[in-house]
């Protein structure tokens, strides 16, 4: 479930929350250099893991899809829209300060982000 929140001051990264998060859940990688250098604030963190792990999940989902024969292209062609919808959607809520929670993958990442429930 999305909370919102404007984010208030810079991240250890010296950019503002939500520009930071934003660039988080922009790139896998950029997600990866953001968990390991981000210390101070747990909005970045939280959109930094929570992207990585939806990532993680669409590359194994592509991945089974693709070494699957009888699975039509059709399928895999749905579930790529329906991966950059969801990116789209976490890109534009983490700019604007949500902590937009995915099913599964959103819990986990505010564990690990240690952010204490609201």
């Known amino acids: ?62 991945l089974v899809v693709g070494a699957v024969p009888f699975l039509p292209g059709f399928i895999s062609t749905v579930a790529s829209m329906i991966a950059l919808a969801v990116w789209v959607v976490l890109l534009v809520q983490t700019y604007r300060g949500s902590w937009l929670e995915l099913p599964v993958i959103g819990p986990f990442a505010r564990r690990r982000a240690m952010v204490a429930d609201e």
Request: aromatic fraction near 8%; avoid cysteine; charge should be positive.
């Open 1 to 62: 479930m999305a909370r919102l929140r404007q984010p208030v001051g810079k991240s250890s990264t010296g950019l503002d929350e939500n520009v930071a998060a934003v660039l988080a859940v922009s790139v896998v990688v950029s997600g990866l250099v953001f968990l390991l250098i981000e210390r101070k604030s747990a909005f970045v963190r939280f959109h930094a893991i929570q992207s990585l792990v939806f990532f993680g999940v669409v590359i194994l989902l592509g």
